[in-house]
């Protein structure tokens, strides 16, 4: 699905699909972490089945206030344990599946908020 950016200055996601995200124009098509203000990141999660507390921790160096987690094609709620690091910080975490995830990355980040997605790929990486 191809998005329309808004008028902010912060990174966006211009499209999503089986073959990835594209932002700012430049195609990202293994697990993936996106901060509003400095941009994408490689993440070391690989599968919704290999995440850990760890995968989850990467996260809070980038401060935000919100994660929203892109589990894939399907919403797959991690165990509330692997959370805990974000949590203890108070801060936000939100699951859904990448579409989901990919928009309303959009929409707060357009909002000036300092929001953190993180996307698992819809297809595992052979």
């Known amino acids: 699905m191809k998005l329309?950016?808004?008028?902010?200055?912060?990174y966006a996601i211009q499209s999503y699909g089986e073959d990835g995200v594209v932002v700012n124009g430049l195609r990202q098509s293994t697990p993936l972490i996106l901060c509003a203000i400095s941009g994408p990141q490689k993440w070391t999660a690989q599968?919704?089945?290999?995440?850990?507390?760890?995968?989850f921790d990467e996260l809070l160096a980038l401060r935000p206030e919100i994660?929203?987690?892109g589990s894939g094609s399907q919403i797959k709620f991690p165990s509330p344990s692997l959370l805990q690091g974000l949590i203890k910080q108070?801060?936000?975490?939100?699951?859904?599946?990448?579409g989901a995830a990919c928009r309303t990355f959009n929409?707060?980040?357009?909002?000036?908020?300092?929001?953190?997605?993180?996307?698992l790929p819809l297809q595992p990486n052979p």
């Open 47 to 55: 599968t919704f089945e290999a995440l850990t507390q760890s995968s």
């Open 67 to 69: 994660v929203l987690f």
């Open 90 to 98: 108070g801060i936000g975490v939100e699951t859904m599946d990448n």
């Open 107 to 119: 929409v707060l980040a357009g909002e000036g908020r300092r929001v953190v997605i993180a996307l």
């Open 4 to 10: 329309h950016p808004d008028a902010s200055n912060a």
